[in-house]
């Protein structure tokens, strides 16, 4: 399927890179891309202020470097660490930030040690509410992201994303199938050979993001522990909100 793709988008031929362009969801189908819903997860978020810049970023095939201005988000866990960097953390351009992320609006939000650890030092709750185009790699593919230093070759295995909003459309990213698969609605059997336009589970029929008779809006569970525990909540989620938007002052 992979020469599919290359026939129908011409930077993926051998030996080229893959960079941010207008995609039309026709050629990302003919590509063997797939819609992803992504899992409403929280994640703080801060910008990189100057003192702090160029923030270098390694992960596992990849350099990425965040000037100031550049929103850095961190993954809070579930264990606080020692300093701001030790949390897993990714940039995001300013302006795919504000397309692709939204403040954290739910009243319930448990302020963990590590979620006002990060509090504390200048981030606040957001969650990206973005889905994504992606496909499983079935061979190592060139791609230079908004924030890369350069182009980078993506082992076979992992997953190609392709961003699906705003100012965001088009750029190509990776991520490990693991990071993928904590992230996105997927298949638990889902495979290379699974991909491919006439999939079931390709995304709605109407475009990245509409939801379809076909492809309903996922009902949200409803949290049990009656009223007292929902008030509980409530007030633990106030709490955290009121840290969040109170001035600070510098040192």
Known sequence: ?????????????????????????????????????????????????????????????????????????????????????DYDHWPVRRDHFRDLYSPWDEPDLCPTPARQHLIDLGCSPHYNRGGVWARILSEDTWVESDESTEPVRIPAGARLCIASRGSAWGAPYSMAEEQFRARFETDPGETESSHGPSNQNAGPASGPGRYTKAHPRPRRRRRQGGAHAGRARQHRGALLLQAVSAPRHAA
């Open 1 to 85: 399927m992979l020469q599919l793709f290359r026939s129908a988008c011409p930077l993926m031929e051998r030996d080229s890179v893959l960079r941010q362009r207008n995609w039309s969801e026709a050629q990302l189908r003919a590509g063997n891309f797939r819609f992803y819903r992504r899992v409403r997860k929280l994640v703080m978020a801060r910008e990189l202020p100057a003192n702090e810049a160029p923030l270098t970023i390694k992960t596992s095939w990849d350099t990425l470097v965040a000037e100031a201005g550049c929103m850095i988000c961190f993954d809070p866990g579930k264990e606080m660490r020692e300093d701001l960097y």
